[in-house]
């Protein structure tokens, strides 16, 4: 393709990421114009997919987080307007973006999950706070985590450290999704492992630890000056190939395409656990796939933008 590539991104919508989808979108834009695409950002409103028709773009690059940006919703419907998109199947979306399921499937190969139950809103009304509270405080050991179903950027997020605090977390968690998922919480450290196709298939960028003073929360995301990143991770190289490895292969076994992040903690004996895979990652200012891209492309001697190019020219073609 001899001329630039034009890129639709979708920013914003209307889930409860929206304002992080929006600063993602403006990023990217701002980035893909400055290496020479014609980028179109748009909203996911009641004109996007008159939009679509009249730019009739190469290619589309939804970066809309949470729900319907990650969950299958959005997908099937780029599906339908016959454009090539920067992400995975309406599918492979759908068991990615579900915590209880992509825990599951990652389990199957070999992959340490933290133990974990769901409870949907419904059936813990039905059966009453008490009695599923108190059960809960007897099988787990504190302190635990309450987190949404689906979703990202830590929103519904709550570490639980005792009994007590149990209700609130879980009014918050279904604030944002009607299934709450209750892990043991795993001490380590934090780590993100973004994949990105490079020369046709999905390769592990760069580990990225993140250090916080407190939990890796909202604030401590995309707040500048909250959190310390060290891409490559502060890891022995035979670890950190070992934990990249283990990113590609959670990636292949989600079926997801083109694109994503899985998250760990790496436990004090050196043990990966798999806490979560985005579909759709962030590109904001402190995001951690922008970290590791831009690590990448220092160790290839190319501008970060390159990696973005080529993976959208890969895109264009499908």
Request: charged share 20%; aromatic share 6%.
């Given at each position: ?229 060290f891409v490559p991770a502060r890891l022995p190289d035979e670890q950190l190939e070992a934990v990249r490895e283990i990113a590609v292969r ?64 890969e895109v264009a073609k499908k």
């Amino acid at each position: 393709m001899t001329d630039p590539i034009t890129v639709a991104i979708l920013a914003g919508g209307l889930t409860h990421e929206r304002e992080v989808s929006l600063h993602s979108g403006r990023r990217m834009a701002t980035l893909l114009r400055e290496a020479g695409m014609q980028v179109k950002l748009l909203d996911v409103d009641a004109s996007l997919l008159l939009h679509i028709k009249a730019m009739s773009p190469d290619v589309i690059w939804p970066l809309i987080h949470g729900s319907t940006g990650e969950d299958g919703s959005l997908q099937d419907l780029l599906s339908l307007t016959g454009v090539p998109y920067v992400g995975s199947s309406p599918s492979a979306s759908r068991l990615a973006s579900d915590k209880a399921v992509a825990s599951a499937l990652v389990s199957r190969i070999g992959v340490s999950v933290p133990r974990s139950m769901s409870i949907p809103s419904a059936l813990f009304r039905e059966i009453g706070v008490a009695p599923v509270l108190e059960l809960i405080s007897a099988n787990y050991s504190f302190p635990l985590v309450v987190k949404p179903g689906s979703g990202g950027s830590a929103l519904g997020v709550t570490i639980v450290h005792s009994a007590a605090d149990l209700p609130r977390a879980m009014v918050d968690c279904y604030a944002y999704s009607d299934h709450a998922r209750i892990e043991s919480y795993v001490e380590g450290r934090e780590l993100a492992v973004s994949i990105m196709n490079i020369d046709g298939e999905p390769y592990a960028l760069p580990p990225v630890e993140i250090a916080t003073d407190g939990p890796y929360d909202y604030d401590a995301r995309y707040n500048a000056g909250r959190s310390e990143y060290f891409v490559p991770a502060r890891l022995p190289d035979e670890q950190l190939e070992a934990v990249r490895e283990i990113a590609v292969r959670c990636h292949r076994e989600l079926g997801l395409s083109y694109i994503s992040r899985v998250d760990f903690i790496i436990r004090d004996d050196g043990e990966p656990v798999f806490i979560d895979i985005n579909v759709a990652p962030g590109t904001t200012e402190t995001s951690l796939l922008p970290q590791a891209v831009t690590a990448e492309a220092a160790s290839r001697g190319v501008e970060p933008a390159q990696l973005y190019l080529d993976l959208l020219a890969e895109v264009a073609k499908k």
